[in-house]
């Protein structure tokens, strides 16, 4: 199961593809968050999968039925100091106030909800993947307490909360980074098996790259630069977009994909989006969110993104060169981490996130270098994709399916 974000929800897609072309009869349920029940359901169909909350309604197979989960995120905000809660009231009030209230009577929820599929109901799975984040907390704590087995995987640098809390119990725990020593010797059910990735996010080859820019009425012969903050999108990121815009377009077409949180607030820069019939004449476009990002990413010669370990991963196996901006205030930092991982092996460029908002040109003069510079772009590139593991969707597969055999 997965949700809460993205970066949750489509490394779990991945595995679960997985699983249905190793064993097909398998059944499958994918529990998520109400906000991502609808992108789970897009997901499974779009990859060939039914899905539904009865079998008996399709003669297709493999089946995976989508169940929704009550669940409540509990507000961090990291690198506050006490200042902070008073000069940013409006985050205090709403989000770790009133958010975390919100948040306890839905974790509350989630547990009677687990509580009652799995015992009540006489629903116990022979196995339970939790890909991490707040929405796999209330199940993991009910398989904990009736002792079902339950594999973690943890994609970042700093393992998250809810990770944490589970960890204990857990029969595997798979981590998307390389085991240090010390973990490797102490916790003996700790695996390295990477971040499950979808097969379509692959390195394409120039001739592809050049099809996929005139795919998307981009200029071939122009540098594409392709800016995104998430499914969710990033404030931060497209303000500081919105500042350079004019600047960038002088020597590279630019893809912002806004988000769809912010989109609405970027829609000014529609303005920029000019067409002559069917031919882009700007070199500009602007999406909510794109459902085909590895084509988007893949026609990309530079893309600018937050520091997900999901994303990371995304851009390695497609072999990117890429800018990361890294959300400070994330608990426990771990974008920041991340980042700061692969710009010590020059694997990737990393701009500050309060340096970018108060001066947006250190983000232009970080992309300017980088499009004027192709060596480094491929040597950049190449040192990313050493990040990738190609198969860790199925190196988790293999482990759940194990668990559930052997129980």
Known sequence: MGGGSGG?????????REI???KPRTEVEFWTDFKYYKNVTKLTTEIGFAWGDDRKKTNKTP??????????KFHRYANWHFKDYFTHFDV????????????????????????CRMVVKKNRPNAIFLKGGYVCLPIGLMARLFKIPYVIHESDVVAGLANRLLMKGARKVAFGMPLTDEMKEKHPNYVWTGIPVGPEFKAVSQVKQLSLKKAFSFNEEKPLVVITGGS????????????ILPELLKFASVGLVA?????????????????DKASLESNFRMWE???????????????VSRAGATTIAELAALKKAVILVPFARLPGAHQQKNAERLKESDAALVVDDMEMVENPTVLLEEIRHLVKSPRLRADMADRLCEEARADAAKRLANIILEEAING
């Not at 089946?63 to 409540?72: E, F, K, M």
């Not at 969710?232 to 500042?243: P, V, W």
């Not at 590895?294 to 026609?299: F, P, S």
Request: aromatic letters at 12%.
């Open 63 to 72: 089946y995976i039925r989508v169940r929704r989960l009550p669940a409540g």
């Open 232 to 243: 969710q999108g990033s404030e931060n990121l497209n303000e500081a977009t919105r500042a």
């Open 259 to 275: 988000g769809r949180k912010h989109y609405e607030d970027m829609i000014d820069l529609k303005k920029y989006e000019n067409w």
């Open 92 to 115: 205090t009030l709403k989000e770790l106030i009133f958010g975390n209230i919100c948040g306890f009577f839905g974790f509350l929820a989630g547990i009677v909800t687990s509580f």
């Open 289 to 303: 969110f794109n459902t085909t990002m590895n084509e988007l990413m893949g026609a990309a010669d530079v893309v």
């Open 20 to 22: 249905l072309n190793e």
């Open 8 to 16: 949750h929800v489509t490394p779990a897609v991945a595995v679960v």
